[in-house]
């Protein structure tokens, strides 16, 4: 691997790490207790943290349900996913601790059908 490839991975590692990270001082879950909720080991849990670890989707997915956010967000932060539709907005949505999964799909489809609407009622441009 070359030196610009091996730094882009090890910026990957720190993203999703400081992502992590964020959300659960959000959720306001120590370290210990998302590693139980996650079934990974605690010092495991830092490295990813800390940017020393890439952790694979399982383990991704483990985090999300501890953290409970989508594992879509994970999965974009860390590179294994494109940023769907919609945007930061529609991540944080997706992401939002605080909202059941019913209300987080009831919010996207909300938002879905008024960018449809807007796009549908945007003039085209003259040809």
């Known amino acids: 691997m070359d030196k610009p490839l091996d730094k882009a991975v090890a910026d990957l590692g720190r993203d999703i790490g400081e992502y992590i990270r964020q959300q659960r ?3 306001k879950i120590s370290l210990r ?3 139980k909720l996650a079934g990974v ?3 495991y849990l830092s490295q990813i943290e800390r940017g020393l670890r ?3 989707a399982e383990i991704l997915q483990q985090i999300a349900k ?3 956010i989508s594992a879509e967000a994970l999965y974009v932060q860390a590179g294994f996913l494109e940023q769907r539709e919609g945007g930061a907005l529609a ?3 997706a992401t939002a601790p605080d909202l059941t999964e019913r209300q987080k799909q009831v919010l996207l489809d909300v938002y879905e059908s008024f960018r449809r609407e807007n796009t549908a009622t945007q003039p085209k441009p003259e040809e």
């Open 25 to 27: 001082s959000t959720a």
């Open 33 to 35: 207790q998302l590693a």
């Open 41 to 43: 080991s605690n010092p």
């Open 54 to 56: 890439k952790p694979s």
């Open 66 to 68: 501890g953290l409970r």
């Open 91 to 93: 991540d944080a949505i």
